[in-house]
């Protein structure tokens, strides 16, 4: 997926808030197939387990597990149908995730030929904010970033001031 794209500054960005909000070597589930980000939080020093493609819209054994310490969910929840079953089904005391915000200006992520890279969902803050309520998380930090590209255009370049992308830090208020 990132063989000639690596996304350098949401790497550096998210990795920065899983620091400063989950101190390693942290026991993680990292909800998505493994891929280079886990493997930068294993470079980190935390314990990284991650789900292995199951549909996380139907099954929810993974999240089940209370052996870890936090879940993490890096750009996941769009692509679910209904996230907030998930989300309530997590047994985890702590949740670090991201979020790409929905852009005025750009229409929702869909790729043409993986039906698995499409986004059922793109957030504004407080829609997250309210299902991660809803879910049982109380927020404790959060940061929204822009992700600019190297294009020219109109689009592009409301990318370079616009916030693409929304991480938080939450807690369980009362454990399902």
Do not use: C
Request: without cysteine; hydrophobic residues 35%.
């Amino acid at each position: 997926m990132y063989e000639n794209s690596f996304p350098s500054k949401r790497y550096k960005k998210t990795i920065e808030f899983l620091e400063d909000s989950l101190p390693s070597p942290s026991k993680i589930l990292d909800l998505g197939v493994e891929n280079p980000f886990s493997q930068l939080m294993r470079q980190r020093g935390y314990q990284v387990i991650n789900t292995t493609g199951e549909d996380l819209d139907l099954d929810f054994k993974a999240v089940e597990n209370p052996q870890v310490e936090a879940v993490t969910a890096f750009e996941i929840f769009e692509h679910l149908l209904a996230p907030y079953n998930l989300l309530k089904a997590i047994k985890a005391e702590k949740l670090v995730a991201s979020v790409p915000l929905r852009l005025w200006f750009s229409e929702a992520y869909r790729s043409k030929t993986d039906p698995w890279d499409r986004h059922y969902h793109e957030f504004e803050d407080w829609q997250f904010d309210w299902l991660l309520e809803k879910t049982g998380w109380q927020i404790k930090k959060s940061e929204k970033f822009t992700n600019p590209v190297k294009k020219l255009g109109f689009r592009p370049l409301l990318r370079n001031f616009t916030p693409r992308y929304y991480l938080i830090y939450a807690e369980r208020v009362n454990n399902q």
